[in-house]
């Protein structure tokens, strides 16, 4: 099967998503809640209860961005506690921020990538994502990254915006998605460059199926897809053996 030619903000992917990200953190919450109708909170605690860690276990957030998937985490399923990775010093900022507004201890974050994370092997009891892999480097890289720091039996959890498979609504979705959604980001975040590339992104991204492929030839096992969000929303779930 043959990957999708990913989309490059920038020049480098990399360093393109790190720059974009850096330029609309302060508005990121903001412009989420406006594009989603307030759901992408209930898309993150969906996933996190689709994880579902053990009791007592420590979850990993990877591209925490402000920390939102990480709090749902703490809300939603017995993990102890969550350490939330970024390599956006921005996002983290703000993340911190956060936390201390609700003297939340329980969340750790620290700089990191996806890529090349720095933890050992088999640590934790889920590592879960919420609009993270459509903008990696090397998507294959990043789901042998996720399943190595996975605990036996624990879990690794893909949250992602995806294409609505029913015809008309599809078409609506497309609508809103190019044309709408680069305006609303132009005019709340000053960036309409970025909220172009997200719709350019989840254009190019793998569709489910091919996801759940790459999860499996990952290493994971019984991999789920959940559709919610009448389809724009897919949610990956897959243990780790």
């Given at each position: 099967m043959a990957l999708r030619e990913g989309v490059t903000p920038g020049g480098d992917k990399a360093s393109g998503v790190r720059a974009m990200f850096s330029r609309i953190a302060p508005r990121y919450d903001v412009m989420n809640a406006l594009m989603t109708g307030g759901r992408d909170q209930t898309w993150r605690r969906e996933a996190a209860r689709l994880a579902a860690p053990a009791p007592g276990s420590v979850a990993l957030d990877l591209a925490t961005g402000t920390g939102d998937l990480a709090l749902a985490f703490l809300a939603e399923t017995p993990a102890r506690a969550v350490v939330g990775v970024d390599f956006v010093e921005g996002m983290l900022r703000l993340g911190q921020a956060k936390l201390r507004a609700r003297a939340e201890l329980r969340v750790h974050l620290a700089a990191g990538?996806?890529?090349?994370?720095?933890?050992?092997?088999?640590?934790?009891?889920?590592?879960?994502?919420?609009?993270?892999?459509?903008?990696?480097a090397d998507l294959p890289a990043g789901?042998?990254?996720?399943?190595?720091?996975?605990?036996?039996?624990?879990s690794v959890v893909a949250l992602e915006i995806t294409q609505p498979t029913a015809p008309a609504w599809r078409h609506v979705f497309r609508f809103y998605f190019h044309r709408v959604v680069p305006a609303l980001g132009a005019l709340v975040s000053g960036d309409r460059d970025a909220y172009t590339y997200l719709p350019q992104s989840v254009d190019r991204f793998v569709p489910p199926g091919d996801l759940a492929r790459l999860m499996t030839d990952a290493g994971l096992r019984d991999v789920r897809v959940r559709r919610v969000g009448?389809?724009?929303?897919?949610?990956?779930?897959g243990r780790a053996p």
């Amino acid at each position: 099967m043959a990957l999708r030619e990913g989309v490059t903000p920038g020049g480098d992917k990399a360093s393109g998503v790190r720059a974009m990200f850096s330029r609309i953190a302060p508005r990121y919450d903001v412009m989420n809640a406006l594009m989603t109708g307030g759901r992408d909170q209930t898309w993150r605690r969906e996933a996190a209860r689709l994880a579902a860690p053990a009791p007592g276990s420590v979850a990993l957030d990877l591209a925490t961005g402000t920390g939102d998937l990480a709090l749902a985490f703490l809300a939603e399923t017995p993990a102890r506690a969550v350490v939330g990775v970024d390599f956006v010093e921005g996002m983290l900022r703000l993340g911190q921020a956060k936390l201390r507004a609700r003297a939340e201890l329980r969340v750790h974050l620290a700089a990191g990538d996806a890529l090349a994370l720095p933890f050992p092997d088999r640590v934790f009891g889920c590592v879960a994502s919420a609009f993270l892999l459509r903008n990696l480097a090397d998507l294959p890289a990043g789901l042998a990254e996720m399943r190595r720091v996975t605990a036996p039996g624990g879990s690794v959890v893909a949250l992602e915006i995806t294409q609505p498979t029913a015809p008309a609504w599809r078409h609506v979705f497309r609508f809103y998605f190019h044309r709408v959604v680069p305006a609303l980001g132009a005019l709340v975040s000053g960036d309409r460059d970025a909220y172009t590339y997200l719709p350019q992104s989840v254009d190019r991204f793998v569709p489910p199926g091919d996801l759940a492929r790459l999860m499996t030839d990952a290493g994971l096992r019984d991999v789920r897809v959940r559709r919610v969000g009448l389809g724009t929303v897919t949610i990956h779930v897959g243990r780790a053996p």
